[in-house]
């Protein structure tokens, strides 16, 4: 039997985060308390859309406890709008409504008190004077001439409007034997964890220090509450120890914590703002991509696909913010993957009268591998070819690694047809197709999906400068120092706030690898952002790639000063010297050991070599591999590497409930080397479960006149234990040429591919009655009605 590859990496380690929280030990932002710390309830606009008259708060003010009540012209006079990541100067967005509301649900003001219950209390007592005004919801209504523009002054309800076309598309149209067009719609949702955000903001005007504790996962946040609130980026103290309680990209709070920094500040007092659910449901601005696909397809006899024609229509809600790059993200992998020769994209963002877009796991990936997984239903349908067969036609093979895509990406590695493989020997393919078809035989609606996408990480954000040319970012660092101690403990410092992901088990198993030290002994610690260096927080799965990157570089640096000492110590050269657990050893058997390393370095000065600094420690800031340069001729480069994912599950119902139960679900998944794997079939299973709730559940519904009819657990639906079923992962590895050990991103795992796995299910269920359901969630509702209206 061979020897393993790695001493630590990829071996089944228990996630050293999991004591404290299994425990009930995690430190979330509603355990924390400041002295005399005041808190903030906001006052929610009951109007899709009106004209702000005027604001009444003599009476909420005259209450006992009650502080102060804050409204939009007052913040809007003191701070600088939100930053605004395409160039619509006139879309200008503040913590609270100035002047208009423009969504069901927007903080009209917000009243300071000693508690949350007078806060709240206080709501009531005070009087708006609005008119309401007309308001569109519908993306496509958004855009026409006739519609009410959200934002007046920008003129329109149009945010972005990008076309691009990669490759002879109009040649491959031509040439193809076939084309077929259909509508599919991703409906609103987003992952809506059990914590809602929350922010404490503390003044302190004699070190002229805003101290901000928040369960935040966003970049730059630091940088975004100094910029709105006129303060130098040093005067805000973000402390990255605070445990998030569930995020997967939704919790960003600017709004929040500017709004409660202003607080802090102007009264010199601590102020604390927590979401209670229905907060966060209706105006966290977290809600998800809501977007409608219009996609042309050509193809040849044999299901080759040549060419694709999508056009990509998204509601961002009422301010831009972030979510028009949303589909931006999905440049990258525009094809899936598949050997597609071109491709004409053309992506819509506008603005409607509901909450406010924001990032959410994948940032827009997911519902485009669901356009693109339906359209090779559709061309098998077409052509009368089996879908599995069609897929594997089309497929990217191993020999053609690294392989270009027409929109400017080169995928890494992989080897999509073994996965595929694998995963159809573990499901038993030919036995799953007799248990649907035995099931349709006793009287039941069955069906299979498939579905086989990537995963774009570690990438440089590079889809901002490539929808708007005025950014310049080519860069989206990481960084990870590492100190020994006087007594040879080691101590990482990682500079982001916990997400769940398990960050500090990543860099310590990392750290382990490169310096032979058992994990267990390595401490990870999160310092506040002044004292942290570069990073930008986990999104767009690339903690493994680019924390656990400068991780290793760092502790490979710290290395290299041991063996630089050593060999000055032996009088060999370094190249002669062997390190092995800690230890140095020379050809001829002399060694130094782990605590002699630490006395030469933090106490023999005299002992080093000439100019060496003494003590150990080290830092690497990592730049993303593959991503320097700015987008040329509308391509780019966007992400060092791609997981695969291929999914495979059998769905039935009775025809006449439609209720949906999923017998089996196999998931084929190569993220490359796999630092640990608890933390990756974690992130695999949560975001199956949370893809099902997208196929089949989770929706922000709103009714005609514009309100949120989903805004609790009662109405906005998630599968639970009973509706995720037992998930067999299969894995594969196919290292990354472009990160130090070969590994890929993995936490958007799952959820990319299996809402259109499972939708592929229920349409492969229904084929037989020509029903196409085309929009996401698929209700129960929806499956009954739909089969009674053919059936009766």
């Known amino acids: 039997m061979s020897e393993p590859k790695y001493k630590f990496l990829s071996t089944p380690r228990r996630p050293v985060e999991d004591r404290r929280f299994v425990a009930g030990r995690g430190k979330y932002i509603a355990d924390l308390e400041r002295p005399d710390m005041l808190h903030v309830a906001p006052l929610a606009s009951h109007y899709a859309a009106a004209v702000i008259n005027s604001i009444d708060a003599s009476k909420a003010l005259a209450m006992p406890g009650v502080i102060d009540v804050i409204t939009g012209d007052e913040i809007a006079g003191a701070v600088q709008p939100l930053m605004n990541g395409l160039n619509t100067p006139n879309v200008r967005r503040f913590p609270l409504a100035v002047g208009r509301v423009r969504y069901a649900g927007e903080w009209v003001c917000a009243v300071v008190a000693e508690s949350r219950a007078i806060a709240e209390d206080a709501l009531e007592k005070i009087i708006v004077d609005a008119t309401p005004q007309p308001f569109v919801l519908d993306a496509e209504q958004a855009l026409l001439d006739s519609s009410t523009p959200v934002h007046p002054e920008h003129g329109s309800n149009l945010l972005l409007d990008r076309k691009f076309v990669w490759g002879p598309v109009d040649e491959d149209f031509a040439a193809a034997a076939h084309s077929l067009s259909f509508s599919v719609t991703w409906g609103r949702n987003s992952t809506v964890p059990i914590e809602t955000f929350g922010v404490i903001a503390e003044w302190n005007g004699w070190d002229q220090m805003l101290d901000v504790w928040a369960s935040i996962q966003m970049p730059k946040y630091a940088d975004q509450i100094a910029r709105s609130l006129g303060l130098p980026g040093n005067a805000i103290r973000v402390h990255y120890d605070v445990d998030v309680g569930g995020s997967y990209g939704v919790k960003r709070g600017i709004k929040h914590s500017v709004l409660v920094g202003y607080i802090a500040r102007k009264l010199g007092r601590a102020v604390r703002l927590i979401e209670d659910r229905l907060e966060n449901m209706r105006a966290g601005d977290a809600h998800g991509p809501e977007r409608k696909f219009d996609v042309t397809v050509a193809f040849d006899d044999d299901g080759t696909v040549r060419a694709m024609k999508m056009r990509a229509l ?286 030469l370095a933090h106490r023999q000065y005299h002992s080093l070599p000439d100019g060496m600094d003494p003590g150990l420690a080290s830092f690497d800031i990592m730049q993303v591999p593959t991503g320097e340069a700015l987008p040329a001729d509308g391509k780019v480069q966007m992400y060092p590497c791609y997981a695969f994912e291929f999914h495979l599950v059998l769905v039935s119902f009775d025809p006449i409930i439609g209720r949906p139960d999923i017998h089996s679900y196999f998931i084929g998944h190569d993220c490359g080397t796999v630092i640990n794997p608890a933390i990756v079939s974690g992130m695999t299973y949560g975001g199956i479960a949370h893809g099902i709730g997208a196929a089949l559940f989770e929706e922000f519904a709103y009714d005609a006149n514009g309100q949120l009819l989903t805004q609790s657990f009662l109405d906005y639906l998630m599968p639970s234990s009973h509706e995720v079923p037992a998930i067999k992962i299969v894995k594969h590895c196919t290292p990354s040429p472009h990160t130090v050990f070969g590994q890929k991103g993995s936490g958007e795992s799952g959820y990319l591919g299996s809402p259109a796995a499972v939708s592929g299910a229920i349409n492969d269920a229904v084929a037989g009655l020509g029903i196409h359901f085309e929009k996401l969630p698929i209700r129960m509702s929806a499956i009954s009605d739909a089969i009674a209206a053919k059936t009766s």
């Open 314 to 599: 998204d509601n961002a809600g009422a301010y831009a913010g972030r979510a028009p790059f949303q589909l931006g993200k999905p440049i990258s992998a525009i094809v899936g993957p598949y050997q597609i020769n071109s491709v004409a994209y053309h992506a819509l963002s506008v603005t409607t009268n509901k909450t406010v877009q924001e990032a959410v796991r994948g940032f827009g990936q997911a519902p485009t591998n669901y356009a693109i997984e339906t359209a090779m239903d559709r061309v098998a349908e077409y052509l009368g070819m089996d879908r599995l067969a069609l897929r594997q036609h089309n497929l990217i093979r191993a020999d053609q690694f690294p392989y270009l895509i027409p929109s400017g990406s080169h995928y890494d590695s992989g080897d999509y047809h073994a996965v595929i493989d694998k995963v159809l020997a573990a499901a038993d393919y030919p036995a799953m197709l007799a248990e649907r078809d035995r099931l349709r035989a006793d009287g039941m609606m069955a069906g299979i999906g498939i579905a086989a996408c990537l995963e774009p990480s570690g990438g440089n954000s590079s889809f901002e400068p490539l929808l708007n040319e005025s950014n310049k970012t080519s860069t989206w660092m990481e960084s990870c120092q590492v100190n020994v101690d006087a007594l040879g403990c080691v101590t990482a410092r990682i500079h982001t706030t916990s997400s769940g992901q398990g960050h500090e088990t990543l860099v310590s198993t990392i750290l382990g690898e490169v310096l032979q030290i058992d994990p267990e002994l390595i401490r990870i610690t999160r310092p506040n952002s002044i004292e942290s260096l570069p990073g930008n927080s986990p999104v767009g799965s690339r903690m493994a790639i680019m924390l656990g990157g400068a991780a290793a570089r760092a502790g490979e640096k710290l290395k290299a000063k041991i063996m630089a000492i050593a060999a000055h110590h032996l009088a060999v050269d370094v190249d002669q010297l062997r390190y092995e657990s800690g230890d140095v050893i020379a050809p001829d058997g002399r060694s130094l050991v782990w605590d002699d390393m630490i006395e």
